[in-house]
């Protein structure tokens, strides 16, 4: 695999002091990612809406190290302080600290700088929402932007391409929040340009009825997760039912890029609500089993499928490793769901908290 590509040339200017701030979106899967091999390849092509109110700020300020400094810190840690909604936060710098490691032989020039990282969510903090997706994207992207400022030769693609690389490395799902409206990650026969390497836009043009398609968060449990994403890849290693699915997500990747093309409304709920349930049988099947949903997400899942028949909607969830539940509708037939879901669906949610978004464009620079 071409992973030379991403490899950063050695810097021919000095800079002593840079700030770049990133807003990076969260993203929904509807065809999942469950299963990867080393170093974070995924074993099926997954594809994603990009959201757009769920997303992280992030802000790296960068001090160039005294050359003495530089010297000691060969071989050591990149060097970094992490605050969280203004707060120190020394619980979330072991996954960053991962990262860096993972990532430094695309970016040496990490070492030499001090790096001050300030983060925060639009969403709660404790809501269930996975945070790993947009806050690594954040920190992939002022990196990039500390590359640019190094070397400016570098290209827009290009930058994007490795932004994606680099958050694929901190976390999978990440690499596909650099970009949007949908994105696809994982080598696929059908998608061109795709890689297991970063996130590619879906390369084709997008039916028009996905324009503004609409993704409501249903907080169901805001707790945190029993079994962590981590844990959940690892047990498709040994699982039964692994190549079978594998096998079927990337099958799941054609058909939805062609429902992507043509709309066809009815084959998009059905194929979306498949991969979910696929997604958490997997879970229910694995050794040691575990079980994300909640009482109320399949209370949700009923009531969502009553609504759809009664009204020949073409509403459906999705789920991601956890209880919450993702409705996804066309823009349309905002007003109606919208009123349904505060209506009938909120009673469900922790305290009557759920989270309006939009499929979107990606990474935005402050
Ligand atoms: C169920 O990207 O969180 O949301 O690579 O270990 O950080 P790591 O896993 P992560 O897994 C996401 C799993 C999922 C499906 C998906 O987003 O495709």
Not at 75 to 95: A, H, I, S, T
Not at 118 to 135: L, Q
Not at 347 to 365: E, L, M, P, R, W
Request: proline share 4%.
């Amino acid at each position: 695999m071409d992973t030379a590509q991403f490899i950063s040339k050695s810097s021919i200017k000095s800079i002593e002091k840079a700030s770049f701030t990133w807003q990076t979106p969260s993203n929904i899967a509807l065809v999942k990612y469950w299963g990867k091999s080393n170093p974070q390849i995924p074993k099926n092509a997954s594809i994603s809406f990009t959201l757009n109110n769920c997303h992280t700020i992030t802000t790296i300020d960068f001090q160039r190290k005294s050359n003495a400094d530089r010297v000691s810190e060969t071989g050591k840690l990149v060097d970094f302080d992490l605050f969280f909604e203004g707060k120190r936060k020394e619980e979330f710098k072991p996954k960053i600290a991962e990262f860096f490691t993972r990532i430094q032989e695309y970016c040496p020039f990490v070492f030499g700088y001090k790096m001050t990282i300030h983060s925060e969510n639009s969403f709660p903090h404790s809501s269930g929402i996975a945070s790993s997706a947009s806050g690594l994207s954040a920190i992939a992207m002022c990196l990039m932007s500390l590359e640019f400022k190094l070397n400016s030769e570098l290209s827009q693609e290009f930058i994007n391409k490795k932004a994606s690389f680099l958050a694929r490395l901190g976390s999978g799902s990440a690499s596909r929040s650099i970009e949007g409206p949908l994105v696809v990650w994982g080598k696929h026969s059908e998608i061109e340009g795709s890689s297991d390497l970063f996130g590619v836009p879906f390369p084709y043009k997008i039916h028009s009825v996905f324009n503004k398609y609409q993704d409501v968060i249903l907080l169901v449990d805001k707790g945190e997760k029993q079994v962590s994403s981590t844990v959940g890849h690892n047990l498709m290693h040994n699982h039964p039912y692994a190549e079978t699915r594998f096998k079927q997500a990337n099958e799941n990747v054609t058909k939805l890029s062609k429902i992507l093309q043509n709309g066809n409304l009815k084959a998009f709920v059905n194929l979306v609500e498949s991969e979910a349930l696929t997604l958490h049988a997997m879970m229910l099947t694995s050794n040691p089993y575990f079980i994300l949903m909640k009482p109320n997400t399949l209370e949700i899942i009923n009531k969502i499928w009553e609504y759809r028949l009664e009204n020949n909607s073409n509403i459906c969830f999705t789920l991601d490793a956890g209880a919450n539940v993702h409705v996804l509708f066309p823009e349309e037939e905002k007003e109606n769901v919208c009123q349904f879901i505060e209506n009938q669906l909120a009673k469900y949610c922790q305290k009557n908290h759920y989270i309006c978004d939009t499929v979107s464009f990606g990474a935005t620079k402050l």
